[in-house]
């Protein structure tokens, strides 16, 4: 088994050697300053993002997105871009690339319903999979900041307990 899950690693490390720089909206400034105060140990010990990385507030930010089914476009067409974080930094933690790559996947089968959907592990559709899931991250950092600014950490424990509860309802049906 391990020896399986070591190829698994290596193959998404294979996969993100071709992928370009995963970034966000850094025109807006409560977006900027969140991504630079809660990166790993910039943030203080008693914030949700401590010792985190900028993997795990995009992935947040991105699943967020996804759950409220809302995507935003960069302002001012993309010039605001900041292509911070090294798709090689996803490789610490695979499962994160899956979820992109789910994300991407149920978007683009909805949308074109006849396409291969093998096709969107290719490196030529990197680009594709990383706007899908940057646009969902844009929504969903804005629902990061309101939380942090009104409630802090036990917002987040909130936030995860109505997930946690809308969860189980959803599986009882």
């Given amino acids: 088994m391990a ?10 490390k294979a996969m993100l050697a071709h992928w ?4 966000y909206d850094a025109s807006i400034d409560d977006v900027l300053s969140f991504y630079n105060n809660n990166d790993g ?9 401590y010792k985190k990385k900028l993997t795990d507030i995009f992935i947040f930010s991105m699943l967020l997105g996804k759950k409220e089914g809302a995507k935003e476009d960069y ?19 695979p499962n994160y690339v899956w979820m992109m790559l789910a994300v991407a996947i149920d978007e683009i089968s909805k949308k074109e319903p006849n396409r291969d959907l093998t096709e969107i592990v290719n490196p030529e559709n990197a680009r594709e999979v990383i706007d899908i899931c940057e646009k969902y991250a844009n929504h969903g950092i804005h629902e990061l900041i309101e939380i942090n600014s009104k409630e802090g950490f036990l917002g987040y424990e909130k936030l995860f307990e109505t997930l946690l509860e809308k969860s189980e309802q959803e599986t009882e049906v």
């Fill in 41 to 49: 140990e910039k943030a203080t010990r008693n914030t949700f993002f």
């Fill in 75 to 93: 302002k001012d067409n993309g010039k605001g871009r900041k292509s911070t974080i090294d798709a090689l930094r996803f490789a610490d933690n």
């Fill in 20 to 23: 370009p720089a995963i970034g």
């Fill in 3 to 12: 020896e399986n899950e070591k190829q698994y690693d290596l193959d998404v």
